[in-house]
């Protein structure tokens, strides 16, 4: 039997406001790739959250669904039967999608080929998996910003009972061991306390 000479591009993790500002290059009116730092990305994967849901069932079977991972946001679409990969889908899951981009309308969007829910803990994972990949060397006024970005985080918070870190570590897109290392100096100053582990309060 003859070897198959064809190759399938790699799916790269990335988080969508990544996608976002990647550069799409087209071929004709069909995306041939989006180009990322040094990558030329066919192939994604995703996770995120599921924020809107939408089906078109009868003769033209259409279904959509918005993700969103905090950094961005970004449609996965299905057409036909393939409708069928969305019906046990809800607002709020938290999925892991691996697709090909797709361009229409100047709008880039996934074609799934794998679809699976997961703990809304893989977001975090993700995020400290791809934050482990970036240069973590932040100078003192960037570190300053980042440390006011947290204590206002906080304060925020005092009207819900405080904040969980990783919700902080999600939000502020600076590399996690930054954050935790600001969050405990804070910690130590007597700025905040954690009622319980993993959560934060005012103390001002």
């Known amino acids: 039997m003859a070897e198959q000479s064809y190759k399938r591009n790699i799916a790269y993790k990335l988080r969508i ?10 071929e004709g009116e069909r995306l041939k790739f989006l180009e990322q730092g040094e990558k030329q990305v066919v192939r994604v ?13 009868g003769e033209k079977k259409f279904g959509s669904i918005t993700l969103d991972d905090a950094s961005g946001q970004i449609k996965v679409k299905v057409f036909g039967e393939e409708i069928e ?38 977001l975090l ?6 934050d482990a990949d970036q240069p973590k060397f932040l100078d003192k006024t960037t570190l300053l910003a980042v440390k006011d970005k947290i204590i206002g985080m906080v304060k925020e918070a005092e009207k819900d009972g405080g904040i969980q870190i990783d919700k902080i570590i999600l939000d502020l897109k600076e ?3 930054v954050i935790n290392q600001e969050i405990k100096k804070l910690l130590e100053d007597g700025v905040a306390y954690e009622p319980r582990p993993g959560k934060l309060r005012y103390l001002g």
Do not use: H
């Open 175 to 177: 590399p996690p061991e």
């Open 45 to 57: 994967n995703v996770i995120a959250n599921i924020i809107d849901k939408y089906i078109q069932d």
């Open 125 to 130: 994972v993700r995020k400290l998996e791809l």
């Open 85 to 122: 990969k969305f019906k046990e889908l809800n607002q709020g899951d938290t999925l892991l999608i691996v697709g090909l981009l797709r361009g229409w309308n100047n709008e880039i969007y996934i074609t799934p080929e794998i679809i699976k829910k997961k703990e809304p803990s893989y």
């Open 17 to 26: 406001g990544s996608i976002a500002s990647g550069k799409p290059v087209m």
